[in-house]
């Protein structure tokens, strides 16, 4: 398909677990960004990558999150030692090089719903 | 660091009136404000942006206003309909429209027909 990819779409694990979310972006698209949204809150920002370096990591929760983008493309969420409240939806979003017709949208995917019982 | 503010939380409309989402932000650089629709289950989707060098933008039925001194921005969403119904996002951001966006919480608009 021709939009942002996220896998798995659901994950149940058990607490201290350790857990890696897959997003693939629209092909081309420069910029991609990682967040997190919890029931009845707006996306809250993890980090955005340009290109396949971490241009902002501000928004990372403590030290068990951690992000990959090691080609430009694909990345990878990855948290370790899953705590109940890392529950949510972690979306994923891409966009296109800053240019005459960039509109300036983010184009998320679908989510992986991630459930720490 | 940014933080956007949002209300109502709820808001309820008979089909065909007009809605009213209101924004605040903290940060006076901030410079790109986009609007976002999430319907139940779905994938927020961009449905209209404005920057700072304008106070007004159009589109349809949905228009959105920015007060820079205030550091406020509304969206107003007129002849509504049940198609509408959904939780819209406000977001802002000072890295115009690349970098991170700074969401609200969200308001849950219903239309009523």
Redesign the interface.
């Known amino acids: 398909g021709a939009g942002v990819s996220q896998t798995p779409s659901n994950k149940v694990t058990e607490k201290g677990k350790y857990v890696e979310l897959r997003c693939d972006p629209i092909s081309g698209h420069t910029a991609l960004y990682w967040y997190r949204q919890s029931l009845g809150q707006g996306p809250e920002f993890l980090i955005y990558f340009q290109g396949t370096g971490a241009a902002d990591d501000s928004g990372l929760p403590n030290d068990r999150f951690f992000a990959v983008r090691p080609e430009g493309s694909v990345s990878t969420l990855k948290i370790q030692r899953t705590e109940r409240g890392d529950s949510a939806v972690y979306l994923c979003a891409s966009s296109p090089p800053v240019g005459r017709n960039y509109r300036g949208e983010l184009f998320f995917g679908e989510g992986s719903r991630l459930t720490v019982l | ?1 940014e933080n ?1 503010e ?1 209300h109502p939380s709820t808001l309820s409309v008979q089909e065909g009136d007009s809605a009213v989402i209101k924004c605040t932000y903290s940060d006076s650089a901030s410079n ?1 404000f ?1 609007w976002y629709k999430q319907e139940l289950g ?5 449905i209209i ?1 404005i ?1 700072s060098n304008v106070g007004e933008k159009k589109d349809q039925r949905i228009a959105v206003t920015l007060n820079k001194t205030a550091k406020h921005f509304s969206l107003h969403i007129t002849e509504t309909q049940p198609e509408d119904s959904a939780v819209y ?1 406000c ?1 802002a951001s000072n890295r ?11 308001t849950k608009l219903s239309v009523k027909p």
């Open positions: 660091g956007v949002q790109y986009p779905k994938r927020p989707q961009l942006d920057r996002f977001a115009g429209s690349q970098g991170n966006l700074i969401f609200g919480k969200g």
